[in-house]
């Protein structure tokens, strides 16, 4: 089983960088993917990115490539950390951010939302 709690959300200006963590923890999470998935208000979710288990190959959403980057910290192979740099951020990024882990890696399967574990969220407000 793998545990995910993020942070880093908040409110930032149209234009602005913010950076949300991840720690994903549990005895197998080395082997996992995990990716960043995004809920808006009256929206459903929608893949954000995702990195592998080496944190060696990654895939983007065509809304955020360019402008988001996934990063993976695997040092500790009992808990790692998985960060999202968004830059020039826009209003229509504003949603509850995502981390969630999957034993598959498939683009496929992650455009969809297939993902075994889930975080709590964390809250990202883009203003105009």
């Known amino acids: 089983q793998v545990q995910l709690v993020e942070s880093g959300g908040g409110l930032v200006q149209a234009g602005g960088s913010l950076t949300l963590s991840c720690v994903a923890s549990?005895?197998?999470?080395?082997?996992?993917?995990v990716g960043w998935l995004r809920q808006a208000p009256g929206k459903e979710t929608e893949f954000v990115a995702a990195?592998?288990?080496?944190?060696?190959?990654?895939?983007?959403?065509d809304s955020v490539k360019g402008r988001f980057t996934i990063s993976r910290d695997t040092r500790d192979n009992t808990k790692n950390k998985i960060y999202l740099q968004m830059n020039s951020l826009k209003p229509e990024d504003t949603a509850v951010y995502y981390c969630?882990?999957?034993?598959?890696?498939?683009?496929?399967?992650?455009?969809?939302?297939?993902?075994?574990?889930w975080g709590q969220g964390t809250q990202v407000t883009v203003s105009s």
């Open positions: 969630a882990s999957s034993q598959l890696y498939s683009y496929t399967n992650f455009l969809r939302g297939s993902f075994d574990y």
């Open positions: 990195i592998s288990w080496t944190g060696g190959g990654a895939d983007y959403a």
């Open positions: 549990g005895r197998t999470v080395s082997s996992y993917a």
